[in-house]
């Protein structure tokens, strides 16, 4: 059976598409820039950061683009006066979340929630900052896990499952309480279950896991991470 | 005893037996993961990192989701519990009510933090999110009872009697 080709209007731009994808592929295949900081292409999509929300027409509702689907005659907006305003105060909330100092952060000049907040135009936070004091792990050889840096996108965890397929890392607790564990919530360093094969530091979008004694611009490459990409082509 | 209960450090009881039937009884399928919880709580009290490895193993799930599973819920203990366990609500309404205030008065007299157990193991505080007794606010569950409008006498009096009218041991 063949999947049906669609219309519909990002933006006023008319554009088609396949009928299974995303708003946000479709967006990105028509060069329409959508923000996102938890949507790795090649992982499941999640949903959680919202930054990627749009407004359809007819409909009150706002959509996390990543993971709605397009269909026929959907009239999307991407770029209202009104989602910049909720993207500016997602990016403040998260900053405002835990304790993000870019001054002294080894992702500085390769942070994508940095990336973002310089092109939101945020020069200040206006919620009060929590300022956490979470152990740092790095008991790990080559890895360090600094939980005051992360933003709970996830990504280490679904790469760490879906790609690498150990399932090391995972979630505990829930709310501003969420961290990110290794195992049993022990230390990194006596994980009988990870590889050590880096791709949670890689794929990560801050500094919250990095590969130690090395500046993220040093290691990490802009681009998407081949081995999340080439597993599609498998 | 299965091979999988060999890798951890339960001992083979009963609890251990009946906690098999139950996870026989559901196939060894990953969706029972929150019954089987449920009854490896029932029959220990409390979970540890040996259940969690055994549940983990017998139904072919990573430790870490066992683990972040377990801890997403307030009700699933991860620490031997005190012979008492004083639960207060922290929901808006009890927060409003002022449980904040009579949760720092047993604190202090009774040498507990909250979500931690007196060091002779007697009392255990913890604290959860809204019971769905808004009305009666501010609750405390004083080990199976429910205490409503709850003042800080009431449950300083409740807490002694059940102790026997002797203070938990300072630490």
Redesign the interface.
């Known amino acids: 059976m063949s999947v049906r080709t669609i219309k519909l209007k990002i933006d006023g731009k008319e554009v088609t598409a396949q009928e299974a994808d995303t708003i946000l592929e479709v967006a990105r295949e028509n060069e329409i820039f959508i923000p996102t900081l938890c949507y790795l292409e090649g992982l499941t999509s999640l949903g959680g950061c919202r930054l990627c929300l749009v407004e359809v027409k007819g409909s009150p509702k706002l959509f996390p683009a990543c993971s709605t689907a397009v269909s026929n005659r959907m009239e999307v907006i991407t770029n209202s006066d009104s989602l910049m305003e909720y993207r500016r105060m997602i990016v403040e909330l998260l900053l405002s979340e835990r304790t993000h100092i870019c001054a002294v952060c080894v992702a500085n000049d390769s942070c994508e929630l940095q990336e973002m907040a310089t092109e939101l135009g945020t020069d200040h936070v206006r919620f009060n900052r929590k300022w956490t004091n979470h152990k740092i792990d790095s008991s790990h050889e080559n890895l360090v896990l600094d939980p005051n840096r992360c933003i709970l996108c996830t990504r280490c965890i679904r790469v760490c499952?879906e790609v690498e397929g150990?399932?090391?890392?995972?979630?505990?607790?829930?709310g501003k309480d969420s961290q990110v564990?290794?195992?049993?919530?022990e230390p990194w360093g006596a994980s009988n279950?990870c590889t050590s094969c880096m791709k949670c530091a890689a794929v990560c979008p801050v500094g919250a896991i990095y590969i130690k004694g090395k500046a993220l611009s040093e290691t990490k490459d802009k681009e998407l991470p081949e081995f999340v990409l080439g597993r599609r082509c498998r | 005893m299965s091979p999988e209960s060999l890798h951890t450090g339960l001992k083979s009881d009963r609890r251990l037996v009946l906690l098999e039937k139950v996870i026989t009884q559901h196939q060894y399928q990953k969706e029972s993961l929150l019954e089987i919880l449920h009854k490896a709580q029932e029959l220990y009290g409390y979970l540890d990192?040996d259940l969690?490895?055994y549940i983990s193993n017998a139904l072919d799930l990573?430790?870490?989701?066992v683990?972040?599973v377990a801890?997403?819920y307030n009700l699933f203990k991860l620490k031997k519990p005190g012979t008492h366990t004083i639960t207060f609500c922290l929901g808006t309404a009890c927060f409003v009510k002022g449980v904040e205030q009579i949760i720092s008065a047993v604190e202090r007299a009774f040498n507990v933090e909250r979500g931690e157990t007196s060091a002779d193991g007697r009392l255990s505080l913890f604290i959860t999110r809204c019971i769905g007794a808004c009305a009666m606010a501010p609750n405390v569950i004083v080990d199976d009872e429910v205490v409503g409008g709850a003042s800080k006498e009431a449950v300083m009096n409740k807490i002694n009697f059940l102790l026997g009218d002797g203070k938990v041991e300072t630490r």
């Open positions: 499952d150990v399932h090391t890392l995972d979630l505990k607790m829930r564990i290794i195992d049993l919530d279950s | 990192k969690f490895l990573p430790s870490s989701h683990y972040g801890t997403f």
